[in-house]
């Protein structure tokens, strides 16, 4: 049985995983991920006629974005939660059908035309295996051919798969929006439009670029309403003796829960991963058992757990094979599954509280500390001095040095490059690739600490509103800038914030290690032609070009 995604950095051959997923999915897990996909577009079709008729329904709405972030790398492995969401998007797609076609009874007096032609007209299998068929029969086909077409919409597509991990963590913060929801269903059912042609897809790229901007303004204004304006924060890491949870993910509202539940139980609540910048929130820093910080970025994780003696939850992306030794004690939660681990659906964390009561102590491992906290707010505070450490000359260049991390030696160049920027330049950093430098010692110039921590990748709003405030500040645009961008990536939520860098008209940006396998040669030509995007070389070089030396 075979398989094919190549949907993130780490496709297999830089083309693709075809016979098991490098992150670990299964031809089975991408089988039902793939008919996942193909239901959604049925789906979509659907809402969005119903939408064009005045209609919307907000279980469709938020189950486009659910089921959407179920597909994103490293999140459900789980065939038996897939399956469950699938006959929640079958019953769906019907719902809508049923909507469009009342609405358009009632608007014109006849019956609305019949849509045929697949997905819109799927019918789900029935059992485990039946789905899985299924999903390899039909999952992957398009309606088009042409290589650079097919390439374009998987930049659509993937945008909005990491879009919708987006939206799905604003709208646990309880945000939301209409013209998300409505461009989720336009830009999903436009794949499947024979018609469309490439640069219809380029033009949709843009706009989920666009849309994805206002999304993560949202999940900022969520964060913020909900727990402040992040502070700078000195976080210890390592662990203390007592017993422990540790929650790995990027969702802020789960941990709060988490703090609330286990408050005057003895435990302490460690951050791991992308939960790092949770410690600069007020409304969470205010828990005295949200203790540290523990191990490095997601990759680590099988070597680092056994090492974690208490329990452990995911409440996003990135989980990975767990390993015998950990997975008793390993929950997930949200959209997050893996065969056999014990899922928490809902608020109640009493079993997760009860097995990190049962599990040993931590051992008593203070290590060092570190400093997050950097959103834009405390950025911005700083400005004045910013802006004249700029204009004296003691401030040269900021780099931008942010995204995923990954398993791949190529990764390393990372850490080189942070640590071979002048110190004369400030490094702002986001999202887990930061686990490259942030334990080293960087220094300050004038107070202002050389490696600025702004936060989560769901904080790259944070990032582009300290840009936009300097352009602002010296009365240029973000190009004109003494600023260098230079990404890590990964997965989609990586690739989305790269449409929404573009929609913006940034250019110069390098990304690395490799590039997405999904650019036909000439989608990457117009690419560098428009944008002048390129792949990370050398430190050396890529220094030099940054300092136009
Ligand atoms: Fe990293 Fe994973 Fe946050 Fe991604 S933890 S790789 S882009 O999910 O989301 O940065
Ligand atoms: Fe391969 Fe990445 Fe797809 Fe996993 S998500 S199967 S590693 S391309």
Not at 167 to 183: N, P, R, S, T, Y
Not at 444 to 457: A, E, F, K, S, T
Not at 470 to 489: E, K, M
């Amino acid at each position: 049985m075979g398989m094919f995604c190549n949907q993130c950095e780490q496709a297999a051959k830089g083309v693709g995983c075809e016979i098991m997923g490098v992150c670990g999915k299964n031809p089975e897990v991408a089988a039902l991920q793939d008919l996942m996909l193909y239901g959604l577009k049925g789906l979509a079709i659907y809402a969005d006629k119903a939408r064009e008729l005045g209609v919307k329904d907000e279980a469709i709405d938020l189950f486009m974005l659910e089921g959407l972030f179920t597909t994103v790398t490293n999140v459900d492995f789980d065939p038996v939660s897939i399956a469950g969401k699938l006959r929640t998007c079958f019953d769906l797609k019907e719902k809508a059908k049923s909507l469009y076609e009342t609405a358009y009874r009632e608007k014109s007096g006849g019956h609305a035309p019949a849509v045929a032609a697949p997905p819109a007209s799927w019918v789900i299998a029935g059992d485990l295996e039946g789905l899985i068929k299924q999903g390899q029969e039909q999952g992957v086909k398009s309606q088009h051919s042409d290589p650079d077409i097919l390439s374009a919409i998987e930049i659509v597509v993937f945008g909005l798969k990491g879009m919708a991990a987006y939206a799905d963590h604003a709208h646990i913060l309880g945000k939301k929006d209409d013209e998300v929801f409505a461009l989720f269903h336009k830009a999903l059912a436009a794949t499947t439009d024979p018609a469309k042609g490439l640069m219809d897809f380029v033009g949709i790229a843009m706009e989920i670029g666009k849309i994805n901007i206002k999304v993560m303004g949202m999940l900022n204004e969520g964060h913020v309403e909900h727990y402040g304006h992040p502070v700078p924060t000195r976080v210890q890491i390592g662990t203390r003796k007592n017993k422990g949870i540790l929650v790995s993910g990027h969702d802020l509202r789960m941990l709060e829960e988490l703090l609330k539940q286990t408050a005057g139980k003895g435990i302490d609540v460690y951050t791991h991963g992308e939960m790092l910048p949770a410690h600069g929130y007020p409304g969470l820093k205010k828990y005295p058992h949200l203790y540290g910080n523990f191990g490095g970025a997601w990759q680590d994780q099988a070597k680092e757990f056994p090492h974690f003696p208490g329990a452990i939850i995911f409440n996003t992306n990135c989980i990975q094979r767990p390993a015998d030794s950990y997975k008793d004690r390993l929950f997930s939660w949200g959209q997050v599954g893996w065969p056999g681990i014990k899922h928490i659906a809902g608020w109640d964390f009493s079993e997760v509280i009860n097995k990190a009561l049962e599990c040993p102590d931590l051992p008593d491992a203070p290590e060092k500390e570190i400093l997050t906290g950097f959103g834009h707010n405390a950025v911005l505070g700083v400005a004045d001095k910013v802006i004249a450490g700029v204009k004296a000359g003691a401030i040269k260049h900021f780099f931008l040095i942010g995204g995923c991390d990954g398993a791949k030696p190529g990764r390393n160049y990372y850490t080189e490059l942070a640590e071979q920027v002048p110190n004369d330049c400030v490094i702002l950093t986001l999202a887990c690739g930061k686990y490259r430098f942030n334990k080293l010692e960087f220094g300050d110039i004038g107070g202002i600490p050389r490696l600025l921590d702004v936060g989560q990748c769901n904080d790259a709003y944070s990032a582009l509103q300290i840009a936009l405030a300097l352009a602002n500040a010296f009365n240029c645009g973000v190009n004109d800038l003494p600023l260098s961008i230079i990404l890590s990536w990964y997965e989609q939520k990586a690739h989305v914030i790269l449409l929404s860098l573009l929609h913006l008209g940034i250019k110069n940006i390098k990304i690395g290690p490799a590039l997405p396998a999904y650019l036909s040669p000439n989608v990457l030509n117009f690419l560098v032609e428009n944008f002048n995007i390129g792949q990370i070389t050398t430190v050396e070089a890529d220094l030099k070009a940054a300092l136009g030396q």
